[in-house]
């Protein structure tokens, strides 16, 4: 049985499902590597403009496996300490695999997003969740850190440093109705109507341009790591010279318009 799904369930979108239910799709090491491989792989899919990322059965991720880690290749002859790192490394390279997408990540949060799957669910650009969804930094319940793979980074910018500082030293669980109430999502769903509401937005975001998706999606990510106001203001014109002067997009939003129909852009 594959780790990992890969669906096209309406045009231009593609699914991507971690498919170990029987372990909450908890982040062992044989599970992670064909994930990554599969988020590459769908980047460079030109005909996908909008991801859907989600878990198989009542969790979305459950973050570390704590029974069966799996086998982190290519580590002989290294010591304790380098295995380690090359352990982490390859839950880190998901997650930034995440970010480097071309495409927008809407991740349809259907259960449990523990520890590392909490920041898997950080690192896409829309988080949707269903009613019964659990979110929580759980490196702190286990004796150690709550951060990790970018969570310390990555959840004061989406919900404000006090409340992240509370959450992640707290080590409590935020449930799906609470998620939307402060910013964690953008939306909370009944669980059988998760997926139908990310392709609804998915289906949204398509009829735009693609390079103006694109382009959009690496400038708000750009703007939540710009030194300053100037600096961003600057990346945000040279996107938009580039879309204006190198594409007739604009001029067809303007037919469109007055002609009342939807503009068809070819970028």
């Known amino acids: 049985m594959p780790f990992v799904l890969i669906d096209k369930p309406r045009p231009h979108v593609t699914l991507v499902t971690l498919n170990r239910p029987d372990r909450m799709n908890a982040m062992a ?95 896409a650009d829309i988080r949707i969740a269903s009613d019964d969804a659990v979110f929580r930094a759980a490196g702190i319940n286990n004796g150690l850190t709550a951060s990790e793979l970018g969570i310390s980074y990555l959840l ?46 998915a289906e949204r975001i398509i009829g735009f341009s693609q390079v103006g998706v694109e382009l959009t999606k690496r400038l708000l990510w750009a703007g939540l790591d710009a030194g300053s106001l100037q600096t961003h203001i600057d990346h945000e014109g040279h996107a938009q010279l580039y879309v204006r002067l190198t594409t007739e997009n604009f001029e067809e939003a303007v037919r469109a318009r007055r002609e009342q129909r939807a503009p068809h852009y070819r970028d």
């Open 156 to 201: 004061p910018r989406a919900i404000g440093a006090s409340r992240a500082f509370e959450i992640m030293l707290s080590g409590r669980d935020v449930g799906g109705a609470e998620a939307a109430q402060i910013g964690l999502v953008s939306a909370t769903v009944p669980g059988d109507q998760l997926l139908e509401r990310c392709y609804a937005l």
């Open 29 to 123: 090491f044989d599970v992670m590597i064909p994930f990554r491989e599969a988020l590459e792989s769908v980047s460079r899919d030109n005909d996908t403009r909008v991801v859907v990322l989600t878990g198989e059965g009542r969790a979305f991720c459950a973050g570390a496996d704590l029974e069966d880690a799996g086998v982190v290749p290519d580590i002989a002859g290294l010591t304790r300490p380098a295995i380690a790192r090359r352990a982490m490394e390859i839950l880190e390279d998901v997650i930034l695999a995440v970010r480097k997408m071309h495409q927008p990540v809407i991740a349809a949060v259907n259960g449990a997003a523990i520890g590392g799957g909490f920041c898997l669910s950080l690192a």
